[in-house]
């Protein structure tokens, strides 16, 4: 099986009735990942910590990810210079942290992964916030798949990686203007 076409794939947040019937057969291969939804999530979002999302396949639990809110401090984080802001003077930039990932070991590179990590990208272009960054503090066996996305160290910490938002919104930014408000109507 090559990788699983979007469209078949769907996602709710979790909640206490798929918690109930959707967990108990999820298995990443990792165990902190797999005790973490099945014990901790559902808590965490009571808690208003975190916001985990769970990704379907055919009915099933194909993975999750869970996402909470983060910033960079410019000064106590020793932001990379090349990253930081012409003409602002924030102490700190809003990123959104991917506090979990996890795709099922019998679903696994199939695309799912980069499924999730679409969805916190879309939550952090176009969600009700500003998110100049994503973070994320990936275990070894993901740095490869992170660092293939884009993400990058930019700070003191060789823990915590980062994916600056305003690269890749310029990466999808089209060559022209589809707005047909933006010709010059003088002519």
Not at 24 to 40: P, R
Not at 101 to 125: E, M, N
């Amino acid at each position: 099986m090559g990788s699983i076409p979007e469209k078949a794939l769907s996602i709710e947040l979790l909640n206490a009735r798929n918690a109930k019937y959707a967990l108990y057969s999820f298995d990443s291969g990792d165990e902190e990942l797999d005790d973490f939804l099945k014990n901790d999530a559902l808590i965490e979002q009571k808690l208003l910590l975190s916001r985990t999302h769970l990704c379907f396949y055919k009915d099933r639990l194909a993975g999750f990810i869970t996402l909470a809110a983060d910033s960079i401090r410019l000064d106590k984080d020793k932001l990379d210079a090349s990253q930081h802001i012409d003409g602002c003077d924030y102490p700190a930039y809003p990123c959104i942290l991917i506090a979990r990932l996890a795709v099922d070991k019998r679903l696994q590179k199939h695309g799912i992964g980069h499924y999730l990590l679409s969805l916190a990208i879309g939550f952090a272009l176009e969600g009700p916030l500003g998110c100049r960054y994503i973070s994320v503090d990936p275990k070894e066996t993901a740095l490869k798949f992170y660092e293939k996305i884009g993400f990058r160290y930019w700070t003191k910490s060789k823990r915590r990686m980062y994916l600056n938002m305003m690269d890749v919104a310029q990466q999808l930014e089209p060559d022209e203007s589809l707005d047909p408000w933006s010709e010059d109507l003088s002519q």
